[in-house]
């Protein structure tokens, strides 16, 4: 039988119809068909929970030193073919440009972890070349910049930089609105107007005007209304993620329901039965699967996927497989989301699971340190709930979700308990339950249910060794104590 052999590999097979394939064709074919089979497992495709419609794409490969790692301070003559022919708005200087970057580098450390997400450099960003080109947008990015920078409090604490360009910004955005009453004004509607408004949301929130981001965001709602809803925004700039975004973070800050997918929302897994990720945790595996195989279906699966972006995560971590920001986006968007607008109060157990699922998410994915204790009220229903669960006596809890839930809650919480509280009582004894006594035993436990190594071990590490410590005195006083009556006895025996 006839065939060929190339350098490049390629082993070609030859055959009439009347010949039938020896032993090392047919071992060939087997070899060339797992192949295929092997490739298309390692690149599962993800389409946007968002809008089903529009595909993810693959999950990339990334080398680190192929983005820049510093974002560099860009003055006009830098940005070169990046905006090749897009001048800048009249009364706009190259160093106000400057400014922007400092709000890119906020959005970096708020918004996409890049030990897991692609580095994308800033000019590079779908939204950034026209963004520069919109008077109104700059002036509202340069406040949002301003009220960070000079981290103003209030309103009545403004500098003279700051107010100008807030009021730069509120004119423009009125006269688009007054334009739009009349005649309906596209730009009025358009990409640029929904940021302006981003922006001013964002920083009414810096500036602690929780009423006045209310009012922002519900105004982002209804142009996005008007557009036709969030799935007809442009994909390729993020704004649909950042609506979203903008709508959660509102509804974490007031403990209400978020507006967006009251009523259109799919329930089931996004990413843990994709093959995105096998993962395996010994021993511990299984005494996961038990407890939330009990749990209700669609917290289960909220579940899981927590589960698997936390292995994905710490994978992306260690390796040169990273996220793009879309993709993480997505993912956690879609969890946070169900997790949200799911009601378990009759439930106490499964309350306590879902609000600690959304408290783990907000460490991930909207941490928002420009904030002060921005999930205040969600760190305190996830104490109240687990006060209930430890606290009546027919509710039972695997001792390995004990120390999960109690080295969780310690993580966001806001104020450190005292020794003799009951969030330390019963960090203490979860760990003397699960019988953990260092800390990579209980890193390996902790990752089972769900961990991410560079988020989360650096304050997990500091209250497990703390609760240790504390279960140990009590010995060491109770050795002390025995100690002195030895002393004691000998004293007298000798008068």
Known sequence: MAKAQYSAGLHFIVRTSDQAPNKEDRRAVMSHAAKRRWKSRKTPKLHSWIDPERSLGDVEKHEESLAPSVLPMLGLNHFGGDLNGTPLPSGIEPAMVQDLVKLIELDKNGVYPYEVCLRVHPVQRGWFAYMISDICCIHSMMFSVRAFVDNISSLEQISKAAAFHYDQTLRHLQARINVFEHTAWDPALSDCTIMVILNLAQAAEITGDLEAAR?????????????????????????????????????????TLP????????????IADRG?????????????????????????DCWKDAHAFSCLSNLTYQTTRKLSPGTYCEMMISILYRLMHLSMKQDTLQEAVRLGLQAFCTTLFMTRHYLDKPYEQLVEKFRTA??????????????????????????????????????????????????????????????????????????????????????????????????????????????
């Not at 209804?222 to 509102?250: E, P």
């Not at 507006?259 to 996004?270: G, M, N, T, V, Y």
Request: aromatic share 10%; proline share 3%; hydrophobic share 45%.
């Open 386 to 495: 687990l006060y209930g669960v430890f606290h009546v006596s027919a509710i039972v809890v695997p001792d390995l979700i004990m120390l999960w839930f109690m080295m969780l809650y310690r993580i966001v919480a806001y104020k450190e308990p005292l020794a003799s509280d009951w969030e330390s009582v019963q960090l203490e004894q979860a760990v003397l339950l699960t019988g953990v006594t260092t800390w990579p035993h209980a890193h390996s436990m902790l990752k089972s249910v769900m961990w991410v190594g560079f988020v989360h071990d650096s304050p997990g590490v500091r209250v497990f060794e703390a609760a240790r410590i504390r279960l140990e005195k009590p010995k060491e006083i109770d050795g002390q104590k025995n100690e002195d009556r030895r002393h004691s006895g000998a004293n007298t025996e000798l008068g």
């Open 276 to 300: 995105l990720i096998r993962c395996q945790h010994g021993d511990f595996e299984t005494q996961v699967r038990t407890f939330i195989d009990g749990l209700d279906s669609r917290l289960r």
């Open 215 to 255: 009012n922002h965001v519900n105004g982002l709602l209804r142009i996005v209304s008007l557009r036709g809803g969030l799935r007809s925004l442009h994909a390729h700039n993020n704004l649909q993620v950042k609506v979203c975004r903008a709508d959660l973070g509102l509804a974490m800050r007031f403990g």
């Open 259 to 270: 507006r967006l997918f009251q009523d259109d929302i799919e329930w089931s897994c996004f």
